[in-house]
């Protein structure tokens, strides 16, 4: 099924998905589609987004003092196992051995005990969540930009690690041969930004650093002569298709 | 965006604390420590248990830090999703322990609504995105609010809603459909 063409079942199914309630062969069959389809892949990350705001909406509740002291003396001891482990990894560096706080046994026993702890800790804990965080994919900026009558007609993703966007034409548009199709920032109170003009194949790379991205709202592209226009006059064209751009989380 | 917003501020934050920086660490604590809490306590329900996840939360926060500028996500929502993330070990533990969970289930829809809804002075670290979704979400029903919110930070099902909440299937789902659709619609002409 074409899901794009149905916007607000794509959405509902993309908000459900991100919700978490979308479950079992529904599920599956919906992040199959998202896999094949740029646009539904795009909804699916949009709303994963917005829903992970819930998490920052919820009343404030002191936690107990003690919280805090047990949080320090447990990175304490993690420093401690790390300079520790510096220390062993580089013997020919003639650290302060001699006597004063490096030479105090209990504080190495101590240290060692709580480094133990703490790896321990670390495993039980950190692993899971970290690799998660390690292994996410270097997507992080989304933007569906969509024509007047919000259909999505571009996917762009940014990459930081390739310094490389990439754009997805997902709608039917095509610009005349003597045209071209050029991506813009729109910076709050400045003037657009040129990020570059669009080539006529159906994906395609623009190089980009993440500053030019940072603090950027929203993108929008125009219609302009063939090859573009310099960035310094702005859009001359008019603009066929923007959306917001947005941070993607986790 | 400027300096001194909110997002900017905590983000400097992070960005000391992945250069190891303990004051750095405890700031971040002071200021986001309640917010963070209140989440726990909201997913875990138990005082002590939300304690320790706030703790480990706080330990992945640390060694997390340096990533934390490669997810580009509003700051207070990065934080969140830790300590949801940590809240749904703990409540798979003592799923797996079976212990905890059936005297859960006597607290009702009441027990999970929070005494007051947020004000506006209680958003002031949330991100742009938490405002709208804010804003969104107070056009809808209470129980729709509600419901859509337990779904989320407590990862539950249909089924597992209708039981913690003592409501029948059928209107769990429909007040999840009616929600998410007047949600779509608000957060489509937010945007």
Redesign the interface.
Known sequence: MNLAAHP?LL??LS??H????L?GGARRRFEALAREQAAVRASALLWQ????????????????P???T???N???A??QREALARQRSAPAAPAARPGGWWGSLALWRGAAVAGALATV??VV??A???E???N?P?V??VAVLSDDR?AASMLVTFD?KNRQLTLQRVGAYREAADRSLQLWALPPGGAPRSLGVLGPQQALHLAATPSELQ?VPALAISLEPKGGVPSERGPTGPVLFH??L????? | MPLSSPDAELTALLDRVGQRDTHALQQLYERTSSRLFGLAMRIVRQREVAEDVLQEAFLTIWRSAPDYRASLSPPLAWLGLIVRSRSLDQLRRQTADRAALTQEFDEVLADTLPADTPGPMDLADASEQAWALHQCLEQLERKQREVLSLAYLRELSHGELAEQLKLPLGTVKTWIRRGLDKLRGCMERLA
Do not use: F, H, M, N
């Open positions: 607000r959405a509902l908000a459900a991100a919700l978490g309630t479950r987004d917005r829903l992970a705001s819930l998490t920052e909406l919820e009343a404030p509740v002191a936690p107990d003690a919280v805090w047990r949080i320090r447990l990175v304490d993690e420093q800790l670390a804990v950190g899971g969540l970290r998660q965080l390690r996410a270097q992080q900026y919000s930081p603090a959306g917001p947005i941070e993607k989380t986790l």
